[in-house]
């Protein structure tokens, strides 16, 4: 059984230790899921393989959902490295093609272990659904901060930062599509590089 459904603020990883902590949870988390699927993953599991106490989990993660929407994200932070990094605002040509190569890149990382893909994907879903009232706007994940750095821009306007939510849902409509198998992998690459294209021609000649 979860705790239910009542919502508590997740711990803050502070210290070294607890940064450390935390990251063992998402790492068993991930081994566990790429392993079993979602649905065959507990929280005790989770708390087992990452040898901590249940009750320091839910501090951390408040509910499954929760949990593997964390997962994604950090998998996403990880997966990125160092894309965009000192990019500067002078190569606007290549920037459409930049931006498509790093979704597409981080769509194939993500895709080496399908079950969890799914199990992050639902997941997020379900979190997002939920209403929690702990989402922040996506543009200040780390995939956010990434486009920002891939289209050379240090100070983001509103205009900037709605192109890079927009880049970011096409992207991930198009990874949930390729999950389900409703489009190839190609084709969402095709499409992925026309969306950015597109995006990108409206926002620099505005």
Do not use: C
């Amino acid at each position: 059984m979860g705790r239910g459904t009542e919502y508590r603020l997740p711990a803050a990883a502070v210290s070294g230790q607890q940064v450390a902590r935390r990251v063992r949870i998402l790492r068993a988390a991930s081994e566990l899921a790429a392993r079993e699927g979602l649905a065959n993953v507990q929280m005790q599991d989770v708390a087992k393989e990452a040898r901590v106490a249940l009750g320091t989990l839910y501090r951390y993660f408040p509910s499954k959902p929760y949990l593997f929407t964390a997962v994604l994200e950090w998998h996403i932070e990880t997966n990125l490295g160092e894309h965009g990094k000192d990019r500067g605002a002078d190569a606007e040509a290549e920037r459409a093609t930049d931006v498509a190569d790093t979704l597409i890149e981080l769509s194939a990382k993500l895709l080496d272990s399908p079950l969890l893909a799914s199990a992050t994907a639902l997941s997020a879903y379900t979190e997002y659904a939920a209403a929690i009232p702990t989402r922040f706007d996506i543009v200040e994940s780390g995939l956010g901060q990434t486009l920002l750095r891939v289209l050379g821009v240090s100070e983001a306007g509103e205009q900037d930062r709605s192109v890079v939510r927009l880049l970011i849902y096409s992207w991930w409509g198009l990874f949930v599509a390729m999950l389900t198998e409703e489009i190839t992998v190609q084709q969402a690459e095709s499409d992925l590089r026309l969306a950015a294209r597109s995006l990108l021609a409206v926002y620099d000649a505005t």
